[in-house]
T-cell receptor
Framework: DAGVIQSPRHEVTEMGQEVTLRCKPI?????LFWYRQTMMRGLELLIY????????DSGMPEDRFSAKMPNASFSTLKIQPSEPRDSAVYFC???????????FGPGTRLTVT | KQEVTQIPAALSVPEGENLVLNCSFT??????LQWFRQDPGKGLTSLLL?????REQTSGRLNASLDKSSGRSTLYIAASQPGDSATYLC???????????FGGGTRLMVKP
């Protein structure tokens, strides 16, 4: 398996624009997680899915953030409208079970100017 | 609040030295603990996963231990090499919340 795939790897956008980050989990993994990493706050869980259903979105910072998982092999994290404070590295991870080892994608580095 | 702390935040050692990275957590009700490596500008690579019922896990020159009662885990790196230079992150999966809670990481530099 190619591992967790994320796109794009880098995204630079202007404040107010919509940003969509994409993730393809490892085939067969039932759990998908979205994390954000910043210098100030470290790694934080934003939301996670089980069998395509959002289970816990308490980490999503604001209504500007939304995530979907239309099928077992694809998920999106959308920010609309984007703000400079959203600049961070966004990681997607997946696992077989919730207590299992998590495998991380390479991340998307987002810069909002 | 369930927290994970890693000390020190940064560590510099000469090549060949054995070293220990520390991780502490506030609640012993955990599923497991996972150690990751992160290279600059890269994603996270899982190194070792210790289930709550286990005391240690080994992979090559790495050995991770877990003491739930004291809320501590250590990552032991034997015979360190310059290629080990990276940030090492500890993450705990607590029963409550089903999420990984990350420590702030230890930035390791191994000098040739």
């Amino acid at each position: 398996d190619a591992g967790v795939i994320q796109s794009p790897r880098h995204e630079v956008t202007e404040m107010g624009q919509e940003v969509t980050l994409r993730c393809k989990p490892i085939s067969g993994h039932d759990y998908l997680f979205w994390y954000r990493q910043t210098m100030m706050r470290g790694l934080e869980l934003l939301i996670y899915f089980n069998n395509n259903v959002p289970i816990d979105d308490s980490g999503m910072p604001e209504d500007r953030f939304s995530a979907k998982m239309p099928n077992a092999s694809f998920s999106t994290l959308k920010i609309q409208p984007s703000e400079p404070r959203d600049s961070a590295v966004y990681f997607c991870a997946s696992s077989f079970f919730v207590w299992d080892e998590q495998y991380f994608g390479p991340g998307t580095r987002l810069t909002v100017t | 609040k369930q927290e994970v702390t890693q000390i020190p935040a940064a560590l510099s050692v000469p090549e060949g030295e054995n070293l220990v990275l520390n991780c502490s957590f506030t609640d012993s009700a955990i599923y497991n603990l996972q150690w990751f490596r992160q290279d600059p500008g890269k994603g996270l690579t899982s190194l070792l996963l210790i289930q709550s019922s286990q005391r240690e896990q080994t992979s090559g020159r790495l050995n991770a231990s877990l003491d739930k009662s004291s809320g501590r885990s250590t990552l032991y790196i034997a015979a360190s090499q310059p290629g080990d230079s990276a940030t090492y992150l500890c993450a705990v999966k607590y029963y409550a919340g089903n999420m990984l809670t990350f420590g702030g990481g230890t930035r390791l530099m191994v000098k040739p």
